[in-house]
């Protein structure tokens, strides 16, 4: 016992009562320390108390023990793991226990290393392809309970063989590792990026549509923008993306794989740094959106952008005593594009900040050229989108356009949604009010269709209700519509605030927002939007003074 390579030790009454050699030595205290004056729980980690008492008494009541683990503790605060096995005895005529311990840290070491290489890419340090496919099970058991979408990414790297042929493979390995780090820096904690081999790279990311892949695609390529470092070498590669959403394209992984695999290849034939999903109808939505992005920044940086103009007509009087700016996009292509076609991706991608400012300061521009030509002054309404409010800075570009344009603040009229109103209301009324302190005059557009709070609408400094042209377009046929348009208006009305009718198309309509009491309308019943000059002549004809 005394030349025993193991740490052997008795207990009786939860005191050391015989310690060897090795047993000391492991721990880091003598025979004295220990004998009559420790336990085995000064020799253990806090939180394993519990479970090593647990196991003393039952070796003290006589029951044969069994090798378990526990956290070591030695006298200068390192802990390793320790492998126990204890045994019930009789030391001086009463009962005791009698065990050894074994320092099993190598063992462990090597246990961790067998798993790094069973589930571990030897190079990269990336999850190969057996973790890869135990983590999917895991992925696709929860997206199959909560009905949610896996996108399966597989990126190859673009004339990778080149630089292996051209600077050796241990260049082409650094470059690997340095590829696996970058990538690695833009996925979620809960994705798997995963390397196959070669130059062969595979995520697996819980909870992605296509236009959520469609994103992280574009970071993927982003990752290799910048040229790679590697042995005083300045690499500059690309990569050829495939994807594959779950369950739309496959049910398990091997399929999901295959079919990524094939959209990657489709990546590379049309001509590499670019991404492919394997559905043909994503591929082409998503090849639309990205042509519809470039086309709309060169359309910025080209002046391609037109305002056109709807009157604003007082139902009272028939004079026209504002407008509304209505932006269009004048292709040099397809010609007259509509908003509905492409506001959507301004705003997904950014681009709707300075579309937006363009908007306002040609607005005010115009407005204020009006004015000049002599014409009566009119209040020029332009729409206000979310992101481009909640923008940082957004009172001060509104005053930069006023000033520029030398437009009067009471003339500009910003509309906001509801929706955009009621996002974060309370810091949204310091913006609101910033503005009306300013003197800009505010409206509510779509009034109707959103989540208004009273409360908050009495509180904020708002003017001017639109009538959403849903409750207009059936007016005259639809009790359910006349009552809601006549409830908005009975409700401006008592909130001392106009109330403005869109969409009104017939007289019928007309005549049923003249007996509600509406204040104002626009609608293709007075005027299209128009073009700078037909508004001018309107303003000077004024024709829909009288009109009945």
Known sequence: MEAAQVGIFVLQD?????????????????????????????????????????????????????????????????????????????????????????????????????????????????PNRRLLRERFIQLLAAAERERSEIAVVFLDLDHFKRVNDSLGHSVGDELLCEVARRLDSVVRRIDTLARLGGDEFIFAMPGFHAAAATEVARRLIDVFSRPFEIAGHELTITASLGIGIYPHDGLDLETLLKNADTAMYRAKEIGRNTF????????????????????????????????????????????????????????????????????????????????????????????????????????????????QFRQPGFVEMVAGALASSGLEPGLLELELTERTVMHDADINLGTLSALHRMGVELSLDDFGTGYSSLAYLKRFPVGKLKIDRSFVNDLETDPDDWAIASTIVSMGKSLR????????ETAEQLAQLRKMGCNMAQGYLFSRPTSPAGIAEILRLQPFVNRS
């Open 497 to 504: 605030m106009t109330v403005l009718a869109e969409g009104v």
């Open 276 to 387: 492919q999903f394997y559905s043909s109808e994503m591929n082409t939505a998503t090849l639309d959106r990205l042509l519809m992005e470039s086309n709309l920044r060169r359309a910025l940086a080209q002046n391609e952008f037109i305002l056109q103009y709807q009157p604003l007509v007082n139902l009272e009087t028939g004079i026209v005593i504002g407008v509304e700016a209505l932006i269009r996009w004048q292709h040099p292509d397809l010609g007259m594009i509509m908003p509905d076609r492409f506001i959507h991706v301004a705003e997904e991608t950014g681009l709707i900040n300075p579309i937006g400012d363009w908007v306002l300061c040609e607005a005010c521009r115009q407005a204020k050229a009006w004015c000049d030509e002599g014409l009566p002054p009119i209040v020029m309404a332009v729409n206000v989108a979310p992101v």
């Open 14 to 126: 939860l005191r050391f009562k015989y310690v060897n050699p090795f047993l000391t030595r492991l721990f880091g205290f003598t025979e004295a320390d220990m004998l009559e004056r420790m336990g085995p729980l000064d020799l253990v980690a806090p939180e394993e108390h519990a479970f090593v008492i647990e196991q003393m008494h039952a070796r003290s009541n006589g029951e044969m023990g069994h090798q378990y683990e526990i956290t070591a503790l030695r006298k200068d605060g390192t802990v390793f793991p320790a492998m126990v096995f204890g045994a019930p005895s009789i030391y001086d005529g009463r009962p005791a226990s009698v065990g050894t311990l074994l320092d099993i840290s190598s063992q462990k070491v090597a246990e961790q290393r067998i798993r790094e290489l069973a589930d571990y890419d030897v190079l990269t340090g990336l």
